[in-house]
């Protein structure tokens, strides 16, 4: 199966780069390109991709604006986005997680991380690289981000445990290692945590457990 690609970013340079990028892959194809963040959202509503990679600083419509406009949480059918996106502008990225997207990368990640990223969120895979969330989001909770005001949903203690490793940027694997649980278990302990949270993602569960504080940010 071929993954279908949308490319959103103002500068043809770097579309050309991703573009050479992903269709030296087998199972991806580039779709479409945009040059502007309202273009973006008319395309990607047209083709119907299944992946959109959305740079975060656009004319017209940014790529936080673009996030929610495709995969919002009153977008009926939401989209895959992956915002593309500098470390500096982590502000930026945590827009977008909350506007519905499903992960991120680093502009200067690397080839390799890029094409992980598209295959992740086809597949339904909110992170590529768990560490590079935890950094985002361990600035942004430190700098902001108070803790929401209304009671946290009634977590188990087993289904905390899972939280606090996946905010820590812990693989699947790495979770069910450490809590000695398989790695069925720790997929259903997700997906249940995603139901209570009423997120769509183990981006939403990161973000959540970061807003609420629930791990060291030393």
Known sequence: MTISVLLADDQAMIRRGLRLILEDQPDISVVGEASDGAEAVA?????????????????????????RALAGPRVPDPMRVVVVTTFDLDEYVYGALRGGAVGFVLKDAGPALLVEAVRAA?????????????????????????????????????????????ARGRTNQEIAAELFISLSTVKSHLSGVQAKLGVRNRVGIVTWAWENHLVDPS
């Open 43 to 67: 395309l990607a509503r047209r083709l119907r991709p299944d992946v959109c990679l959305v740079d975060i600083r656009m004319p017209r419509l940014d790529g936080i604006e673009v996030t």
């Open 122 to 166: 086809h597949n339904g895979e909110a992170l590529v690289s768990p560490a590079v969330t935890v950094r985002l989001l361990r600035h942004l909770t430190a700098a902001s981000a108070p803790p929401r005001a209304e009671r946290p949903p009634p977590l188990s203690d087993r289904e905390l445990q899972v939280v606090r490793a996946l």
